[in-house]
């Protein structure tokens, strides 16, 4: 047994006093950036979840040292936002209060792991010498138009009492409390994301160290997608309302009008006798969420507004009904409703009674991508005794429901199509068209989209999913944003040299519900001078979002003090982009997006240096409760990482979290597998009562040099579990030596350092070293020694497998045959069958064919 708590304690304090992870600006070295998503330092501190990340990001920037890089790997604290503020409420302290001691705690706790962070360049998003750099960047939007003023409906959580973001709802509900949102016009500050959506979907395929998973949340969250706008008249009105669509070749379809509750022209062209049951809808509609609203199995519902459209294609009146399920934040906030061709307008046409138009018309089987339902006819419901899943060629699926053949179930379906009675959502040949008929779809997009434009109706146009974030919050605890209010003026910047505007202390923080900050009472903070003009002036009283501080965070690392820039852009130039981001994956759609969105603007006006802030990105999976639930308070079943590193040790718990399972993968916590990492780190110690200056075995030796590339290559592709896999043998194999030859065993303790470095630190000085183990260089395998004397090779017969047999590496064709034909196995499917060839692939198999 090796005393933990004395070494670990030991090593920390001299690792400090030596300055061991002090990074310096060394630009003749080359650079390695790792970094780590900086935590909200909550009231509950660290579980043993928290440092899964942290301590694979150590790993491998210890390794980088080992590798003599000039390695920056820091840390900080995202401390403004909702939950510092809510937590502050709850337990009736001051929010700055609050944060300062729960930084302390997790600190605290981060310490005890004796990670590689270079402490001197601490960040904190609540410090005014920061967020005078997160104003700026915002004074910087605000002047090229970026940032502006809204009162549009938005995300308003009740319970939180503050508008949110898209980005900060689950399901519908604000992310932090699960409220149900409301739906609210209110003034709000905006910043306009979407003029770098292409940029930020496009310059994805820039980043080929991403995950393909996370970069495909972003696509879909950013949601490009082409079509047209048109204009469609309203009757007996001076004036039209624009719809996109992404098929413009199905306008002949379009039967209804349908307009968002929440649009701003329901209420001028809803008709006296519509007005009651319009205005009660809309008061329905605003309890309900997104998710609530665009649910597809969701019953239908709307109010006819008693006004028409006129469709410009065919001139015909076409009912304006209001529906839930069209949302003012998507497209225009109104639609053209085919029900021909698009589902939800599909049942929400059958449920009013309103006109199915079919104007696209499936060629053949092969354009069948929809499940085949029966809508009216009994007869052809498909029941779990009839249907039948029949794969077509190419990617088209359908379901027949009955014995006929694929050719007359589609001849059937077809009809169905045409005659309204089923819906088709594909691409076919346009019927029912006009000058479209008989064109294939995409070419019907084009002939349509030309039309639109030369009779001034319409245009080609793109539309995205993503909307323009909304930035200010009604909350106290959060960056003020440095505009001032003048009658005279309007909003007006900050001054720069008037940067940073500070939060102003508070006795009364708490949020008022009414749409207004806290900040608004402080009237001797409020009434200020207008910068432009000297007259009198409000401050704006909103604050940033929690997402600000973090959405250029990895850039002040590397010039920490600077007082006169954001950073410097030679130490900017040396030190970005990231070479290697780690966190979780629920980031994808909000601080990765927000991120990505920021550097893209800092680089537009010569901040930065490069356009992308993060060159490879990795997800950390969840380590959940040994209950296989997510740790929570509410569970009871956190596991407080202070306890573990008391009884087992930091080691063992860095070990022990590493060799879980693969590191983007969930894994359930189990107290067993810790103590297995305690015991092999005790097997590892020991074996230092072994060591002799002896020529090693080559059989060890063959294994070490091939640990040692393992090990290197694990822990670079983040296989972490594998690496510690790997050294487990071979603290397995050394166990069974008598004696261990001391260059081997200081080998083994230089690739094991980065996962145990208090150990392996204390191990490399029990055998007379002065200088840190960290200041060694990692250890090279011999090329020569981790080639294999014999491999497994594969024995076939007509390609079924028959035998494996262990022969040398470098054996000959003529050697393998005869080895080959002395297996039993194999000699039993020879019997009475001629050979007609024998296929021979070195180092791999050989396959006899017989007849």
Known sequence: MYDHKKIERKWQK???????????????????????????????????????????????????????????????????????????????????????????????????????????????????????????????????????????????????????????????????????????????????ITDYADRMLNDLEKLPDWEESIKEMQRNWIGRSEGAIVQFSIFNFQFSIDVFTTRPDTLFGATYFVMSPEHPLVKKLTTPEQKKDVEEYIKKTAKKSELERTDLAKEKTGVFTGAYAINPVNQEKIPVWIADYVLMGYGTGAIMAVPGHDKRDFDFAREYEICIRCVTSPRSINDLVVKYRSVDDSALKPSSSTEKTKKLTGEAIAYWVDSKTPEDSFKRFRERVEDGIECYTGEGVNINSGFLDGLETEKAKEEMIEWLEKNKVGKKAVNYKLKDWVFSRQRYWGEPIPIIHCKKCGAVAVSEKDLPVKLPEVKQYEPTGTGESPLANIKEWVNTKCPKCGGPGKRETNTMPQWAGSSWYWLRYIDPKNEKALVDKKKEKYWSPVDFYVGGAEHATRHLIYARFWHKFLFDIGAVNYPEPFTRLQHVGLILAEDGRKMSKRWGNVINPDEIVEKYGADSMRVYEMFMGPFSGACAWSTNGLIGARKFLEKVAKLKTRIEKVKMADGLSNLLHKTIKKVGEDIEEFKLNTAISTMMILANKMEETERIDLNAYESFLKILSPFAPHLAEELWHELGHKESIFKEKWPEYDKKLIKDETINLVVQVNGKLRDTISVAVDISEKEAKEEVMKSEKVKKWLEGKEVVKIIFVKGRLINIVVK
């Open 14 to 192: 001299e690792w400090e006093k030596s300055g061991l992870y002090k990074t310096k600006d060394d630009k003749k070295k080359k650079k390695y950036y790792i970094l780590d998503m900086f935590p909200y330092p909550s009231g509950a501190g660290l579980h043993v979840g928290h440092p899964k990340g942290y301590i694979a990001t150590d790993v491998f920037a210890r390794m980088k040292m080992m590798q003599k890089y000039n390695v920056l790997h820091p840390m900080g604290w995202d401390a403004f936002g909702l939950p510092a503020e809510n937590y502050a409420i709850e337990n009736k302290v001051h929010p700055r209060q609050a944060v300062e001691e729960n930084i302390k705690k997790f600190k605290n706790q981060l310490l005890k792991l004796g990670f590689t962070y270079d402490w001197a360049r601490e960040i904190n998003t609540t410090d005014p010498g920061y967020y005078k750099w997160t104003q700026w960047i915002f004074l910087q939007m605000f002047k090229k138009g970026l940032a502006y003023e809204s009162n549009e409906p938005v995300n308003w959580c009740p319970s939180c009492k503050t508008v949110l973001s898209n980005e900060d709802l689950e399901g519908g509900k604000c992310e932090r409390c699960g409220s149900d949102i409301e739906r609210k016009p209110m003034r709000q500050w905006v910043l306009k």
